[in-house]
Protein backbone atom coordinates (compact mmCIF):
# COMPACT_ATOMS: atom_id res chain seq x y z
CA UNK A 1 0.00 0.00 0.00
CA UNK A 2 1.36 3.88 -0.67
CA UNK A 3 1.95 5.59 2.58
CA UNK A 4 0.51 8.41 1.08
CA UNK A 5 -3.34 7.44 1.63
CA UNK A 6 -3.15 6.75 5.39
CA UNK A 7 -1.13 10.27 5.65
CA UNK A 8 -3.14 12.14 3.33
CA UNK A 9 -6.27 10.33 5.27
CA UNK A 10 -4.74 11.65 8.55
CA UNK A 11 -3.86 15.06 7.56
CA UNK A 12 -7.64 15.15 5.99
CA UNK A 13 -8.50 13.96 9.70
CA UNK A 14 -6.35 16.56 11.70
CA UNK A 15 -7.85 19.35 9.22
CA UNK A 16 -11.36 18.77 10.07
CA UNK A 17 -10.69 18.05 13.84
CA UNK A 18 -9.17 21.90 13.92
CA UNK A 19 -11.91 23.10 12.12
CA UNK A 20 -14.62 21.45 14.64
CA UNK A 21 -11.93 22.69 17.52
CA UNK A 22 -12.16 26.58 16.72
CA UNK A 23 -15.91 26.52 14.96
CA UNK A 24 -17.34 24.63 17.77
CA UNK A 25 -18.95 26.44 20.77
CA UNK A 26 -20.09 23.62 23.20
CA UNK A 27 -17.31 22.41 24.88
CA UNK A 28 -18.40 18.77 24.56
CA UNK A 29 -18.09 19.09 20.86
CA UNK A 30 -14.79 20.91 21.24
CA UNK A 31 -13.45 17.63 23.12
CA UNK A 32 -14.96 15.12 19.89
CA UNK A 33 -13.08 17.77 17.84
CA UNK A 34 -9.65 17.06 19.75
CA UNK A 35 -10.64 13.15 19.72
CA UNK A 36 -10.56 13.30 15.66
CA UNK A 37 -6.99 15.09 16.14
CA UNK A 38 -5.31 12.77 18.41
CA UNK A 39 -6.74 9.87 16.15
CA UNK A 40 -5.20 11.57 13.34
CA UNK A 41 -2.09 11.84 14.60
CA UNK A 42 -2.55 7.91 15.97
CA UNK A 43 -3.07 6.53 12.21
CA UNK A 44 0.17 8.25 11.01
CA UNK A 45 2.12 6.46 14.13
CA UNK A 46 1.05 3.89 13.04
CA UNK A 47 1.41 3.98 9.22
CA UNK A 48 5.37 4.83 9.83
CA UNK A 49 5.53 2.34 12.61
CA UNK A 50 4.17 -0.48 9.46
CA UNK A 51 6.09 1.29 7.12
CA UNK A 52 9.30 1.21 8.95
CA UNK A 53 9.51 -1.95 10.36
CA UNK A 54 10.46 -0.81 13.68
CA UNK A 55 11.86 -3.55 15.88
CA UNK A 56 11.15 -1.43 18.96
CA UNK A 57 7.50 -1.08 18.01
CA UNK A 58 7.85 2.50 18.93
CA UNK A 59 5.01 3.81 16.65
CA UNK A 60 2.47 1.19 18.15
CA UNK A 61 3.21 1.72 21.07
CA UNK A 62 3.27 5.21 21.26
CA UNK A 63 -0.46 4.62 19.88
CA UNK A 64 -1.30 2.59 22.84
CA UNK A 65 0.04 5.89 25.34
CA UNK A 66 -1.40 8.22 23.01
CA UNK A 67 -4.42 6.46 23.73
CA UNK A 68 -4.52 6.02 27.14
CA UNK A 69 -3.56 9.96 27.74
CA UNK A 70 -6.55 10.80 25.64
CA UNK A 71 -8.55 8.49 28.15
CA UNK A 72 -7.05 10.30 30.94
CA UNK A 73 -7.55 13.40 29.10
CA UNK A 74 -11.45 13.20 28.17
CA UNK A 75 -12.02 11.85 32.36
CA UNK A 76 -10.07 15.35 33.42
CA UNK A 77 -11.93 17.74 31.03
CA UNK A 78 -15.57 16.57 31.35
CA UNK A 79 -14.81 16.19 35.06
CA UNK A 80 -13.66 20.43 34.13
CA UNK A 81 -16.43 20.90 32.03
CA UNK A 82 -19.10 19.81 34.53
CA UNK A 83 -18.04 22.06 36.97
CA UNK A 84 -18.20 24.66 34.45
CA UNK A 85 -21.91 23.69 33.73
CA UNK A 86 -22.50 23.78 37.53
CA UNK A 87 -21.02 26.91 37.99
CA UNK A 88 -22.47 29.04 35.08
CA UNK A 89 -25.48 27.00 33.83
CA UNK A 90 -24.02 26.57 30.56
CA UNK A 91 -21.06 25.14 28.58
CA UNK A 92 -20.18 27.28 25.85
CA UNK A 93 -16.50 28.17 25.17
CA UNK A 94 -16.80 31.13 24.37
CA UNK A 95 -19.02 32.69 27.70
CA UNK A 96 -15.86 32.08 29.34
CA UNK A 97 -13.99 35.22 29.09
CA UNK A 98 -12.89 36.03 32.84
CA UNK A 99 -9.51 35.75 32.39
CA UNK A 100 -9.87 37.81 29.24
CA UNK A 101 -8.45 41.41 29.27
CA UNK A 102 -11.42 43.79 29.52
CA UNK A 103 -10.92 45.86 26.31
CA UNK A 104 -8.92 49.18 26.16
CA UNK A 105 -11.21 51.89 26.58
CA UNK A 106 -9.96 55.09 26.73
CA UNK A 107 -12.73 57.39 29.25
CA UNK A 108 -12.79 56.65 32.65
CA UNK A 109 -16.53 56.23 32.91
CA UNK A 110 -15.73 52.94 30.42
CA UNK A 111 -13.70 51.44 33.10
CA UNK A 112 -15.54 52.49 36.22
CA UNK A 113 -18.67 50.26 34.39
CA UNK A 114 -16.05 47.31 33.78
CA UNK A 115 -15.64 47.77 37.26
CA UNK A 116 -19.49 47.52 37.90
CA UNK A 117 -19.29 44.24 36.21
CA UNK A 118 -16.65 42.60 37.93
CA UNK A 119 -17.95 43.25 41.70
CA UNK A 120 -21.28 42.11 40.01
CA UNK A 121 -19.24 38.68 38.65
CA UNK A 122 -17.95 38.53 42.27
CA UNK A 123 -21.45 38.76 43.66
CA UNK A 124 -22.64 36.77 41.84
CA UNK A 125 -19.67 34.17 42.40
CA UNK A 126 -20.16 34.32 46.08
CA UNK A 127 -23.96 33.89 46.10
CA UNK B 1 12.75 0.55 -5.39
CA UNK B 2 10.37 1.22 -7.98
CA UNK B 3 7.45 1.59 -6.26
CA UNK B 4 4.32 0.27 -8.08
CA UNK B 5 1.97 3.28 -9.82
CA UNK B 6 -1.29 4.76 -8.43
CA UNK B 7 -3.36 3.99 -11.38
CA UNK B 8 -3.32 0.34 -10.71
CA UNK B 9 -4.23 -0.17 -6.80
CA UNK B 10 -4.54 -3.54 -4.92
CA UNK B 11 -7.68 -4.66 -2.81
CA UNK B 12 -6.24 -3.30 0.58
CA UNK B 13 -5.90 -0.04 -1.09
CA UNK B 14 -9.23 0.10 -2.50
CA UNK B 15 -10.48 -0.85 0.50
CA UNK B 16 -8.39 1.43 2.48
CA UNK B 17 -9.58 4.23 0.32
CA UNK B 18 -13.51 3.12 0.42
CA UNK B 19 -13.15 3.36 4.58
CA UNK B 20 -11.19 6.35 4.41
CA UNK B 21 -14.26 7.81 2.23
CA UNK B 22 -16.33 6.88 5.24
CA UNK B 23 -13.99 7.82 8.14
CA UNK B 24 -13.93 11.34 7.05
CA UNK B 25 -17.70 12.02 6.02
CA UNK B 26 -18.15 10.77 9.28
CA UNK B 27 -15.78 12.97 10.79
CA UNK B 28 -16.96 15.99 9.01
CA UNK B 29 -20.57 15.37 9.96
CA UNK B 30 -19.25 14.91 13.51
CA UNK B 31 -17.92 18.26 13.62
CA UNK B 32 -20.74 20.00 11.69
CA UNK B 33 -23.94 18.57 12.80
CA UNK B 34 -26.38 20.89 14.97
CA UNK B 35 -27.63 17.67 17.26
CA UNK B 36 -25.34 17.24 19.48
CA UNK B 37 -26.11 13.45 20.76
CA UNK B 38 -25.56 13.04 17.04
CA UNK B 39 -22.29 14.41 16.78
CA UNK B 40 -20.94 11.56 19.59
CA UNK B 41 -22.28 9.23 17.59
CA UNK B 42 -20.86 10.25 14.61
CA UNK B 43 -17.60 10.05 16.46
CA UNK B 44 -18.22 6.67 16.59
CA UNK B 45 -18.36 5.96 13.19
CA UNK B 46 -15.18 7.75 12.45
CA UNK B 47 -13.43 5.98 15.07
CA UNK B 48 -14.46 2.91 13.79
CA UNK B 49 -13.40 3.21 10.58
CA UNK B 50 -10.01 4.25 11.91
CA UNK B 51 -10.20 0.96 13.83
CA UNK B 52 -10.99 -0.96 10.29
CA UNK B 53 -7.69 1.19 9.14
CA UNK B 54 -5.67 -0.22 11.71
CA UNK B 55 -6.57 -3.51 10.55
CA UNK B 56 -5.64 -2.96 6.82
CA UNK B 57 -2.44 -1.68 7.80
CA UNK B 58 -2.25 -5.46 9.91
CA UNK B 59 -1.81 -3.42 13.64
CA UNK B 60 -4.14 -5.70 14.75
CA UNK B 61 -3.77 -5.22 18.81
CA UNK B 62 -4.04 -0.94 17.69
CA UNK B 63 -7.00 -1.97 16.26
CA UNK B 64 -8.91 -4.26 19.15
CA UNK B 65 -7.55 -1.61 22.08
CA UNK B 66 -9.26 1.54 19.67
CA UNK B 67 -12.41 -0.40 19.63
CA UNK B 68 -12.42 -1.12 23.57
CA UNK B 69 -11.44 2.24 24.55
CA UNK B 70 -12.12 5.00 22.24
CA UNK B 71 -15.96 3.10 20.97
CA UNK B 72 -16.31 1.46 24.52
CA UNK B 73 -15.29 4.08 27.09
CA UNK B 74 -14.27 7.69 25.42
CA UNK B 75 -17.72 7.71 23.45
CA UNK B 76 -19.52 6.78 26.54
CA UNK B 77 -17.75 9.54 28.88
CA UNK B 78 -18.49 12.28 25.86
CA UNK B 79 -22.54 10.97 25.70
CA UNK B 80 -22.16 11.35 29.69
CA UNK B 81 -21.30 15.02 29.44
CA UNK B 82 -23.59 15.55 26.59
CA UNK B 83 -26.21 14.39 29.21
CA UNK B 84 -25.13 15.25 32.55
CA UNK B 85 -24.64 19.22 31.22
CA UNK B 86 -28.52 18.94 29.72
CA UNK B 87 -27.74 19.20 26.17
CA UNK B 88 -30.78 19.59 24.09
CA UNK B 89 -31.95 17.11 22.30
CA UNK B 90 -33.22 18.36 19.32
CA UNK B 91 -31.49 21.10 17.29
CA UNK B 92 -29.32 23.39 18.67
CA UNK B 93 -28.95 26.63 16.22
CA UNK B 94 -25.63 28.00 18.33
CA UNK B 95 -23.95 24.88 18.16
CA UNK B 96 -21.58 26.94 16.34
CA UNK B 97 -19.86 30.35 17.09
CA UNK B 98 -19.15 32.75 15.34
CA UNK B 99 -16.33 32.74 13.86
CA UNK B 100 -17.56 29.67 11.78
CA UNK B 101 -16.14 31.20 8.77
CA UNK B 102 -12.36 31.85 9.90
CA UNK B 103 -12.29 28.21 11.18
CA UNK B 104 -12.79 27.10 8.07
CA UNK B 105 -10.28 28.69 6.52
CA UNK B 106 -7.92 27.90 8.59
CA UNK B 107 -8.95 24.12 8.35
CA UNK B 108 -8.47 24.54 4.96
CA UNK B 109 -5.62 26.14 4.98
CA UNK B 110 -3.91 23.50 6.94
CA UNK B 111 -5.46 21.19 4.97
CA UNK B 112 -4.10 21.98 1.66
CA UNK B 113 -0.43 22.94 3.23
CA UNK B 114 -0.68 19.35 5.00
CA UNK B 115 -1.87 17.56 1.75
CA UNK B 116 0.97 19.41 0.05
CA UNK B 117 3.55 18.48 1.95
CA UNK B 118 2.81 15.14 2.68
CA UNK B 119 1.97 13.85 -1.14
CA UNK B 120 5.40 15.75 -2.08
CA UNK B 121 7.34 13.66 0.83
CA UNK B 122 5.95 10.32 0.41
CA UNK B 123 5.32 9.77 -3.10
CA UNK B 124 7.37 6.85 -3.54
CA UNK B 125 6.98 5.68 -0.42
CA UNK B 126 5.89 2.14 -0.34
CA UNK B 127 4.40 -0.26 2.89
CA UNK B 128 5.07 -3.71 2.43
CA UNK B 129 1.98 -5.34 4.38
CA UNK B 130 2.87 -9.04 3.12
CA UNK B 131 4.46 -9.78 6.79
CA UNK B 132 2.01 -8.75 9.59
CA UNK B 133 3.43 -6.28 11.83
CA UNK B 134 1.33 -5.33 14.38
CA UNK B 135 0.24 -9.13 15.98
CA UNK B 136 -0.52 -9.18 19.74
CA UNK B 137 2.55 -11.08 20.47
CA UNK B 138 4.77 -8.69 19.01
CA UNK B 139 3.38 -5.59 20.78
CA UNK B 140 3.48 -7.64 23.71
CA UNK B 141 6.92 -8.33 23.90
CA UNK B 142 7.99 -4.72 22.48
CA UNK B 143 5.80 -3.06 25.26
CA UNK B 144 7.33 -5.43 28.09
CA UNK B 145 10.62 -5.26 27.08
CA UNK B 146 11.59 -2.02 25.82
CA UNK B 147 8.74 0.58 26.82
CA UNK B 148 8.30 -1.02 30.60
CA UNK B 149 9.09 2.02 31.96
CA UNK B 150 7.04 4.29 30.09
CA UNK B 151 4.02 1.57 30.02
CA UNK B 152 4.58 1.88 34.14
CA UNK B 153 4.58 5.72 34.15
CA UNK B 154 1.40 5.79 32.32
CA UNK B 155 -0.62 3.46 34.54
CA UNK B 156 0.94 6.44 37.50
CA UNK B 157 -0.68 9.22 35.50
CA UNK B 158 -3.89 7.16 34.43
CA UNK B 159 -4.45 7.11 38.57
CA UNK B 160 -3.46 10.78 39.18
CA UNK B 161 -6.02 11.96 36.37
CA UNK B 162 -8.90 9.57 38.16
CA UNK B 163 -8.41 10.77 41.37
CA UNK B 164 -7.84 14.56 39.58
CA UNK B 165 -11.45 13.87 37.69
CA UNK B 166 -13.04 12.84 41.24
CA UNK B 167 -11.46 15.98 43.04
CA UNK B 168 -12.89 18.26 40.42
CA UNK B 169 -16.49 17.20 39.74
CA UNK B 170 -17.20 16.70 43.61
CA UNK B 171 -19.81 18.70 44.69
CA UNK B 172 -18.57 20.57 47.54
CA UNK B 173 -21.37 20.86 50.67
CA UNK B 174 -22.87 24.14 49.43
CA UNK B 175 -26.40 25.68 50.22
CA UNK B 176 -27.65 24.53 46.70
CA UNK B 177 -26.36 21.02 46.73
CA UNK B 178 -28.91 18.93 45.63
CA UNK B 179 -30.54 16.49 47.96
CA UNK B 180 -29.17 13.10 45.59
CA UNK B 181 -25.87 14.51 45.90
CA UNK B 182 -26.46 14.53 49.79
CA UNK B 183 -27.81 11.12 49.57
CA UNK B 184 -24.72 9.80 48.13
CA UNK B 185 -22.22 11.90 49.80
CA UNK B 186 -24.18 10.25 53.48
CA UNK B 187 -23.51 6.81 51.23
CA UNK B 188 -19.95 7.64 51.10
CA UNK B 189 -19.54 8.38 54.40
CA UNK B 190 -20.92 5.23 55.79
CA UNK B 191 -19.00 2.86 53.24
CA UNK B 192 -15.71 4.46 54.42
CA UNK B 193 -16.17 6.68 57.76
CA UNK B 194 -12.46 6.27 58.40
CA UNK B 195 -11.44 7.43 55.46
CA UNK B 196 -13.64 10.68 55.39
CA UNK B 197 -13.34 10.97 59.19
CA UNK B 198 -10.70 13.89 58.50
CA UNK B 199 -12.43 15.79 56.03
CA UNK B 200 -15.87 15.24 57.47
CA UNK B 201 -16.83 18.21 59.63
CA UNK B 202 -15.35 20.70 56.87
CA UNK B 203 -18.34 19.39 54.64
CA UNK B 204 -20.82 19.90 57.35
CA UNK B 205 -20.54 23.74 57.03
Known amino acids: MHLVYPAVLAALLFSIGLYGVLARRNAVLVLISVELMLNAVNLNLVAFDVWLRDTLRAGQSLTLFTIAVAAAEIGIGLAIVLQVYRNRAGSNVDELRDLAEPPPTPTGAGAGSDAAEADADKAEAAA | MTAPGFLSPTGVEIAFVLTGLVTLGAALV ?26 LLTAEFVAWVQVLIYVGSIVVLLL ?31 AATLVTVVVDAFRTAWIDLDTPQGSTQAIGEALFRHWVLPFEALSLLLLAALVGAIVVSRRRGGPDASDAQDASDAQDAQDAPDARGAVAPEEER
Open chain 2, 30 to 55: AVTTKQLVHAALWLVVALGGIAVEYL
Open chain 2, 80 to 110: FGLMLTRAPVGRSPDADSGNRWVALAVALAA
